[in-house]
């Protein structure tokens, strides 16, 4: 015995050494974790429907989107000198607040805040002088 095993450890080590899980049933067999703990139950049905048919609950695809649009954006931002940054500026600043505005309301939706996403913020180079 390891000086560092707790007396459950050491239970269950010679409960495996005298066989007594050899025979559970579903041994070698995949476990199944279809339900997602963190679904309230009276949504499992539905969030289970969504999933079999190809589709997520919606504030998984808006997330998706965002973070391709999000990309998209950073890569722009990024993109070119200064000066053409900052020529392309107005379109940009539009479109990263419309980007802020479903980050916002993807927020609201999600189920846990620990999911929430930063807003996208401009480099602070494109301000004009």
Known sequence: MD???N???????EAME????????GKGKPLKLD??????EDLRLAYHLLESNG?????????AEIERERARLEALLA??????????????HMEVEALNR??????LRVPLPTLH?????????????
């Open 3 to 5: 000086a560092a095993e």
């Open 7 to 13: 007396p459950a450890e050491k239970k269950i080590r």
């Open 18 to 25: 005298r066989g007594e899980f050899d025979n559970l049933p």
């Open 35 to 40: 339900d997602n703990p963190f679904v309230p």
């Open 55 to 63: 589709f997520a609950p919606e504030w998984i695809e808006l997330g």
């Open 79 to 92: 993109q070119g000198t200064l000066a053409e940054r900052r020529a392309r500026f107005a379109r940009l």
């Open 102 to 107: 479903k980050v916002f309301e993807y927020n």
């Open 117 to 129: 996403k930063q807003r996208l913020k401009p480099p602070p180079d494109l301000a004009t002088d």
